[in-house]
């Protein structure tokens, strides 16, 4: 069973090796230290109960009625569960609590698998950004707006 909580210092360690396993280009520890002070940020981060560790994370950050979702991650040990879905799911119901009305992110044009999923939430693709991974992979830009059910 995996349980969500807010990032804290006690699972900092964990987000941080997880995003070292899932992404190419990780963000540093210190970036995620500065995201639990951060007033714009809401992290959530999955927790296998069994075992007490770190398998999966989401990030968005909350500017006005603007959410951008920073990252999501689930270690590869988990995928196929539906915890990214899950954490999705908790992600927009946060925004919408929080009277956000168009949630935005950016994702490898390569991620089918993360596309598909936010898709299925009703995510829109609105652009590319070129080159935006490493300098050379594209993103697609995609959003969600959350006004209409």
């Known amino acids: 069973m995996i349980k969500f909580e807010l990032l804290s210092k006690e699972n900092i360690d964990g987000v941080w090796e997880l995003e070292k396993i899932c992404f190419d ?3 540093t520890y210190k970036m995620f230290e500065s995201e639990i002070d951060n007033n714009i ?3 959530i981060v999955g927790i296998d109960e069994e075992n007490g560790e770190v398998v999966a994370y989401a990030g968005v950050w909350l500017m006005y009625d ?11 040990d988990y995928r196929r569960e539906g915890i990214a ?7 927009i119901n946060i925004c919408k609590e929080k009277k956000i009305e168009r949630l935005c992110l950016e994702v490898k044009e390569s991620n089918i698998s993360a596309i598909k999923l936010y898709e299925s939430f009703g995510f829109k693709t ?3 950004r070129k080159r935006y991974y490493q300098n050379k992979y594209d993103a697609y ?6 006004t209409k059910d």
Not at 85 to 91: A, F, G, S
């Open 126 to 128: 609105d652009g590319v």
């Open 25 to 27: 280009s990780p963000w």
């Open 66 to 76: 603007y959410g951008d979702i920073t990252n999501i991650a689930v270690h590869p």
């Open 41 to 43: 940020s809401v992290y």
């Open 85 to 91: 879905r899950k954490m999705l799911d908790t992600v």
């Open 141 to 146: 830009l995609m959003s969600l707006d959350l």
